[in-house]
């Protein structure tokens, strides 16, 4: 029952988009309607990784976790989305649901923290939903702090607010 971490292919990319709608709607079922959260459809996601992993692949790093061969998780970073050369932005960290609270999202994120300082990236940060208290106490137990920058963005018909973290990194040639 151990679980891998290693490197995404083009072969995961489909799999992914499909994980990534189950962890949605299972941690934003209690913020969000339901009818926010049936679209996109786990088709339509597995369709707009593939795409954006298409655009992004040679600068941005997709880990996938795997139990016994199974898919169970990934992680996606990549450059800042403000452009601060060192900063590195953490895009995601997604779980199948079954898997929350096992260790799938901690190792996921103490491997993209040391791939980052392996880029040079001197912080990290990232985005999260404001309402989402699960996933703001996973951050925070893992020493990210919030910035006090916030956002909207949107999920299906719904705006959400997101707050910014941020944590500094440890520099690894």
């Known amino acids: 029952m151990?679980?891998?971490l290693r490197a995404a292919t083009a072969d995961d990319i489909a799999a992914v988009g499909r994980l990534h709608q189950?962890?949605?709607v299972?941690?934003?079922s209690s913020i969000l309607p339901p009818e926010a959260l049936a679209d996109p459809t786990p088709e339509a996601m597995a369709e707009y990784w593939t795409l954006r992993w298409s655009y992004e692949?040679?600068?941005h790093r997709m880990t996938v976790a795997e139990r016994d061969g199974t898919l169970v998780g990934f992680s996606y970073?990549?450059?800042d989305d403000e452009d601060d050369p060192d900063t590195g932005l953490l895009n995601a960290i997604h779980l199948e649901p079954a898997e929350r609270g096992r260790g799938v999202g901690r190792a996921l994120m103490i491997d993209a923290l040391a791939a980052m300082g392996r880029r040079g990236w001197r912080r990290a940060v990232l985005w999260?939903?404001?309402d989402n208290a699960p996933a703001r106490r996973f951050y925070e137990r893992g020493g990210w702090r919030r910035?006090?920058?916030e956002r909207d963005d949107m999920i299906g018909t719904m705006s959400?607010?997101?707050l910014r973290y941020t944590r500094p990194l440890a520099h690894t040639p």
């Open 160 to 162: 959400v607010r997101q």
């Open 57 to 59: 692949q040679a600068d």
């Open 26 to 28: 299972a941690a934003y």
């Open 22 to 24: 189950r962890s949605r």
């Open 2 to 4: 151990t679980v891998t």
């Open 77 to 79: 970073l990549g450059p």
């Open 147 to 149: 910035t006090g920058l």
């Open 128 to 130: 999260v939903l404001r």
